[in-house]
């Protein structure tokens, strides 16, 4: 399984960006995906998750109403939209997959068993 997270940058608060993750090596389709962010210092936290069929999302509260997370299984790929940027969304963004956890909205790094590199978000005030 191979994750390839892209689309960080340096953004002024207020400001948006969209986050990619292509997967490959894995039958898409049968995986839960989400993303979890890690900030200087700190413990790597869940943001968002969504279930196989991208029926089902889960958010943070922190990022709820500001953040979605969505997928295109015939593209191998999910995204996070993130509106309404804020200095404390600063941080490196992950991807993750995972066969056979149920998603849910407190999902922790250990509920994934694959990762991607992580991409760098930068939000400036």
């Known amino acids: 399984v191979q994750l390839q997270a892209s689309g960080g940058g340096l953004v002024q608060a207020g400001g948006s960006l969209r986050l990619s993750c292509a997967a490959s090596?894995?039958?898409?389709?049968?995986?839960?995906m989400g993303w979890f962010r890690q900030a200087p210092g700190k413990e790597r936290d869940f943001v968002a998750a969504i279930s196989r069929s991208g029926g089902r999302t889960y958010y943070a509260d922190s990022v709820k109403g500001r953040f979605t997370i969505s997928r295109d299984n015939t593209k191998n790929a999910v995204y996070l939209q993130m509106n309404t940027l804020k200095r404390e969304d600063t941080a490196i963004y992950y991807c993750?997959?995972?066969?056979?956890?149920?998603?849910?909205?407190?999902?922790?790094?250990?509920?994934?068993?694959?990762w991607g590199q992580g991409t760098q978000v930068t939000v400036s005030s």
């Open positions: 090596g894995l039958a898409f389709r049968l995986y839960g």
């Open positions: 993750a997959a995972d066969r056979y956890s149920t998603m849910h909205p407190g999902m922790v790094t250990a509920d994934f068993d694959s």
